[in-house]
């Protein structure tokens, strides 16, 4: 069994971001930029968005946070995307999620322009992905995809089963598996008999926030385990959607949590940022 270290690969990321910052801000004299909008009083959101800073911070990017209260209108967040929208030395639009219920998510993400939708969440984009086009690709499932491409884990007729259907990993993580020629399932909250999917992949991919929901007889032996969940259990500590002691003998490579993928999603965005800038360079 191999751990898939999330944690060094988001730092080599990181590390090749910055020396590509360095390189645009000496030959276009181009800083790229983030904006991200905050609404509300979460702790997880303010505690994710803080670490987002600190990450634009270390790789020489500028950044900016808008906190909103969670009673501010659907128009006034209209108009903020907007004025960034129209910001040039903004290159990524970031609405951390979720946003309080008397506002329209889908209404805002479509706000953003296309080409700075580093979360990679507007249709224009999502269309672009599932026809295989170069696009902007959501965060955590980009960063899978790039710790497949380090530990040379090969994707192509491979049966993979992604368990969780959600339009921020499960839905783009099976378009771009399905773009890597693998055979792909999904299944979700309301699939019959998980087990019957699970059981028979090469590859799981998990990521629907459920404690040690994947069994050690729920996976095959020398399967890939992708484990994308991040719970808080009673306890305080953090486990994920795998039941990683029981799990982890079986496998050949498996994510731990945390420690996995958790850091290559704002690795991910970074790169993304970055690959926007370049492309107003």
Request: proline share 5%.
């Given at each position: 069994?191999?751990?898939?270290?999330?944690?060094?690969?988001?730092?080599?990321?990181?590390?090749?971001?910055?020396?590509?910052?360095?390189?645009?801000?000496?030959?276009?004299?181009?800083?790229?930029?983030?904006?991200?909008?905050?609404?509300?009083?979460?702790?997880?959101?303010?505690?994710?968005?803080?670490?987002?800073?600190?990450?634009?911070?270390?790789?020489?990017?500028?950044?900016?946070?808008?906190?909103?209260?969670?009673?501010?209108?659907?128009?006034?967040?209209?108009?903020?995307?907007?004025?960034?929208?129209?910001?040039?030395?903004?290159?990524?639009?970031?609405?951390?999620?979720?946003?309080?219920?008397?506002?329209?998510?889908?209404?805002?993400?479509?706000?953003?322009?296309?080409?700075?939708?580093?979360?990679?969440?507007?249709?224009?984009?999502?269309?672009?992905?599932?026809?295989?086009?170069?696009?902007?690709?959501?965060?955590?499932?980009?960063?899978?995809?790039?710790?497949?491409?380090?530990?040379?884990?090969?994707?192509?007729g491979k049966d993979v089963c992604v368990v969780g259907a959600s339009n921020i990993v499960g839905k783009p993580m099976a378009s771009l598996l399905l773009n890597a020629d693998a055979t792909v399932t999904i299944t979700h909250i309301y699939t019959k008999n998980l087990k019957s999917h699970t059981s028979k992949a090469d590859i799981i991919v998990v990521g629907v926030g459920v404690p040690g929901l994947i069994k050690e007889d729920m996976v095959k032996e020398g399967a890939i385990v992708i484990d994308i969940g991040i719970n808080r259990v009673d306890d305080g500590s953090l486990v994920g959607d795998v039941d990683f002691k029981n799990v982890s003998p079986k496998c050949a490579y498996i994510t731990p949590v945390p420690g996995g993928v958790g850091p290559m999603t704002i690795a991910m965005l970074l790169s993304n940022t970055l690959k926007s800038a370049k492309a107003r360079a």
């Amino acid at each position: 069994m191999q751990l898939i270290d999330g944690k060094s690969l988001a730092k080599k990321v990181q590390t090749t971001v910055t020396t590509e910052v360095e390189k645009l801000k000496q030959e276009k004299n181009i800083v790229p930029g983030l904006a991200v909008i905050l609404i509300g009083d979460d702790p997880a959101s303010h505690a994710y968005v803080k670490m987002k800073a600190k990450a634009c911070e270390n790789v020489g990017f500028y950044s900016i946070t808008h906190n909103m209260p969670d009673t501010i209108s659907q128009d006034e967040i209209i108009e903020t995307i907007k004025m960034m929208n129209n910001n040039p030395r903004i290159d990524g639009i970031l609405v951390q999620l979720p946003l309080p219920k008397h506002v329209d998510t889908d209404k805002i993400l479509e706000v953003i322009d296309p080409k700075k939708d580093v979360d990679g969440f507007h249709a224009y984009n999502v269309g672009r992905l599932v026809t295989g086009l170069d696009s902007f690709v959501a965060c955590t499932p980009l960063g899978v995809m790039k710790m497949f491409e380090e530990y040379d884990i090969e994707l192509r007729g491979k049966d993979v089963c992604v368990v969780g259907a959600s339009n921020i990993v499960g839905k783009p993580m099976a378009s771009l598996l399905l773009n890597a020629d693998a055979t792909v399932t999904i299944t979700h909250i309301y699939t019959k008999n998980l087990k019957s999917h699970t059981s028979k992949a090469d590859i799981i991919v998990v990521g629907v926030g459920v404690p040690g929901l994947i069994k050690e007889d729920m996976v095959k032996e020398g399967a890939i385990v992708i484990d994308i969940g991040i719970n808080r259990v009673d306890d305080g500590s953090l486990v994920g959607d795998v039941d990683f002691k029981n799990v982890s003998p079986k496998c050949a490579y498996i994510t731990p949590v945390p420690g996995g993928v958790g850091p290559m999603t704002i690795a991910m965005l970074l790169s993304n940022t970055l690959k926007s800038a370049k492309a107003r360079a």
